[in-house]
């Protein structure tokens, strides 16, 4: 299955509450990415305490392949009326903006699960980009596990996805597990060893373990200040400032270092600032600003 969480904010909720005001935006417009299920419910129907938690266990499972909207049928009546619902509990399930499939009443678990999977088919593929940006979103906001897990699931699905790939060496490099995220990219399917987001994993590797031995950074701008032909200051200056998120001025010194002696330590400036680049995405400002001056001055 593929893996979705609702445990950030940063990434869409699998499971909510709708009104009458919001219907349209987290069940109609919501469907058109991934299945919606809507669960019409009241806080006095017995059955609907039985069913509520089993359908939510079953749409967490799933992981981000559908996803979960209750209506209290008390509150949103108007909701309840045009699509005819007579009795509760009632499920409705929406794909495209339309429904495609309904049933009344409590169900067990496992037909809960044959009704769950029969609208993840009607997605296809789909999932699979909902759970990435899923993923992408919890290592944003610092949910490292929840990341871990998601990738791992999504790659139980495709294992050759370098993107999921990727990001599942990266998570490891946000636990601060270097090794283990090492052995990851290491042992890369041969089909996607040299993808752009294996070689950025690796290049975030060998950034991690440079900032790990990186200098004071007040110390190490007070020796290039004193001395601007230090150039193994300047260096490790650069290197301390990207270990503190200061990328573009990493970028800066380095081009710097480069400008005064390009051949300096057989060309580690130059070969540092592609491992900067490749660290980042390809269309980063920092990356393509930092390219065409970098190309201004070889070509100069």
Same mark, same amino acid.
């Given at each position: ?119 993840? !088919?009607? *997605?296809?593929?789909?999932? =699979?980009? %909902? /759970? &990435? ?8 906001? +610092? ?125 580690? !400036?130059? *070969?540092?600032?592609?491992? =900067?680049? %490749? /660290? &980042? ?8 600003? +930092? ?10």
């Amino acid at each position: 299955m593929l893996g979705l969480s609702e445990k950030t904010a940063a990434v869409p909720t699998v499971i909510k509450d709708t009104t009458e005001a919001t219907f349209l935006a987290d069940v109609i417009e919501a469907s058109r990415e991934v299945p919606v299920i809507v669960d019409f419910w009241a806080p006095w129907c017995g059955p609907c305490k039985t069913l509520g938690p089993l359908l939510e266990a079953a749409v967490t499972a799933a992981k981000g392949r559908v996803r979960m909207v209750k209506v209290d049928v008390d509150q949103n009546q108007r909701i309840a009326a045009q699509l005819r619902v007579q009795s509760i509990p009632a499920v409705y399930a929406f794909w495209q903006g339309q429904p495609v499939d309904a049933f009344q009443g409590a169900l067990p678990g496992s037909d809960i699960k044959k009704f769950i999977d029969k609208l993840t !088919a009607l *997605a296809g593929d789909g999932g =699979l980009a %909902d /759970a &990435l940006e899923a993923a992408e979103g919890m290592l944003a906001e +610092g949910a490292v596990v929840d990341a871990v897990e998601t990738f791992a699931a999504i790659l139980d699905e495709e294992p050759q996805n370098a993107v999921a790939y990727g990001g599942l060496v990266r998570a490891h490099i946000a636990m601060g597990d270097l090794d283990q995220a090492e052995a990851f990219a290491n042992g890369a399917p041969a089909a996607i060893a040299k993808s752009k987001e294996i070689e950025a994993a690796r290049a975030q590797i060998e950034l991690a373990r440079q900032a790990a031995k990186a200098g004071p950074e007040r110390e190490l701008r007070a020796a290039v200040e004193a001395d601007a032909q230090d150039h193994q200051a300047r260096f490790d200056l650069a290197t301390a400032l990207h270990a503190t998120g200061k990328v573009e001025e990493a970028v800066d010194e380095l081009l710097e270092l480069f400008r005064r002696d390009r051949e300096w330590n057989d060309g580690a !400036a130059r *070969a540092q600032l592609f491992t =900067l680049f %490749d /660290a &980042l995405k390809p269309q980063d400002p920092i990356v393509l600003k +930092g390219r065409r001056r970098l190309s201004s001055m070889i070509f100069s």
